[in-house]
């Protein structure tokens, strides 16, 4: 019988926008999921504080994380592809530097992963821009400015 290698990855994965929350929580800036909430098809919607959506808390892993780690756990995850949102570590997507707050999550998060063994596969949210450099681009007349309206 045929058994998986010893140090294969057995995990899942995430997306930030789809499962953090905490949209403008702790310095995060709008992307162009928060405004686009139907996808890149669908109006903008100007967004400000207190209006709600589905992806505003999410499954509010920002909050939960330890309790979700922990879940992955029990299930026999050795790995998890977790994606970093661009907006938590540089809210306008040109930021002279980083967000603290949003590198502070991060660290909590890959320290719990750590702690239950489980390899962190890390990459940038690609499918969401910052609205503020969006914005921006569109404003400065670049190629690419455009295309998300």
């Given at each position: 019988m045929?058994?998986?290698?010893?140090?294969?990855?057995w995990?899942?994965a995430?997306a930030?926008?789809q499962?953090e929350?905490?949209y403008?929580?702790?310095?995060k800036?709008?992307?162009?999921s928060d405004?686009?909430?139907?996808?890149?098809f669908?109006?903008?919607?100007e967004?400000?504080?207190?209006d709600?959506g589905i992806k505003d808390?999410?499954?509010d892993?920002?909050?939960r994380y330890?309790e979700d780690?922990a879940?992955?756990?029990e299930?026999?995850?050795?790995c998890?592809?977790?994606s970093?949102?661009?907006?938590r570590?540089?809210?306008?997507g040109d930021?002279?530097?980083?967000n603290e707050a949003g590198?502070?999550f991060?660290?909590?998060?890959?320290?719990?992963?750590a702690?239950?063994?489980?390899t962190?596969?890390?990459t940038?949210?690609?499918?969401?821009?910052?609205?503020?450099?969006?914005?921006?681009?569109r404003?400065?007349g670049q190629?690419?400015?455009?295309?998300?309206?």
């Open positions: 045929k058994t998986f290698p010893t140090d294969f990855l995990g899942g995430t930030a926008n499962v929350g905490a403008l929580e702790d310095g800036g709008l992307s162009t405004v686009q909430p139907h996808g890149v669908g109006e903008v919607v967004r400000v504080p207190g709600s808390v999410a499954i892993f920002y909050h330890p780690i879940l992955f756990a299930m026999g995850f050795n998890l592809r977790v970093i949102a661009w907006t570590i540089y809210p306008n930021d002279a530097e980083p590198l502070a991060y660290d909590k998060l890959f320290d719990e992963m702690k239950h063994s489980i962190p596969l890390v940038l949210s690609h499918y969401e821009m910052p609205w503020a450099l969006v914005k921006k681009l404003r400065l190629p690419g400015g455009d295309w998300l309206l």
